[in-house]
């Protein structure tokens, strides 16, 4: 089993011998090229992913016609549409690899026979997805509450993997920006 996921998992909760079995019976591995869409708007998410390699993010289409990111996950983090995926509703985000990516994934329905095998499963579900919460209510206040460069500076200070290997157009949207107010942003900070 992938090491980077298993230390993900003990951060976590405990896993026994027979955790970790279950780990390589139920998670399989596959690889995506740069630009796929892992899970689509209007469709119901089929799988949780862990990202053992490369960038995903999450984005919707807003009225206007703009893609708006409203998550990006580095290796090490799971990663799916997390209120489609746990009511089983109906997605507003698509789910798209940035870089080429190597990543674990379950369905739905095999984790839920996980969490209801397992106790360490079941503690890992309810930290995973609290933290998928805390995440996008954090986000919206900062965009609420902190001007752009104020956004960048944190992003910068604790996610600096995001802002070497991103794409500035992702950064920009993510920071709920446009690329050319980063680039200045960028240029600031470097003088």
Excluded: W
């Amino acid at each position: 089993m992938d090491q980077l996921f298993l230390q993900s998992l003990q951060q976590m909760t405990s896993l026994t011998r027979e955790d970790v079995a279950l780990c390589d019976q139920y998670f399989e591995p596959i690889t995506e090229n740069r630009h796929t869409i892992l899970e689509e708007e209007g469709k119901i998410p089929r799988h949780f992913y862990f990202l053992r390699s490369g960038y995903c993010r999450l984005y919707y289409v807003d009225e206007t016609g703009l893609e708006v990111t409203s998550h990006i996950s580095s290796p090490g983090e799971f990663i799916t549409p997390f209120l489609s995926f746990i009511n089983q509703k109906v997605s507003k985000e698509h789910l798209e690899c940035l870089t080429d990516c190597s990543l674990l994934r379950i369905k739905r329905t095999d984790l839920e026979q996980l969490i209801s095998m397992s106790e360490a499963f079941k503690a890992f579900s309810l930290v995973v997805f609290q933290h998928a919460i805390a995440s996008s209510l954090e986000r919206a206040d900062e965009l609420a509450t902190t001007d752009a460069e104020t956004r960048y500076r944190k992003l910068m200070d604790t996610r600096p993997e995001l802002v070497q290997n991103v794409p500035i157009q992702y950064l920009a949207s993510y920071l709920g920006i446009k690329a050319p107010s980063l680039s200045r942003i960028r240029r600031k900070i470097k003088f």
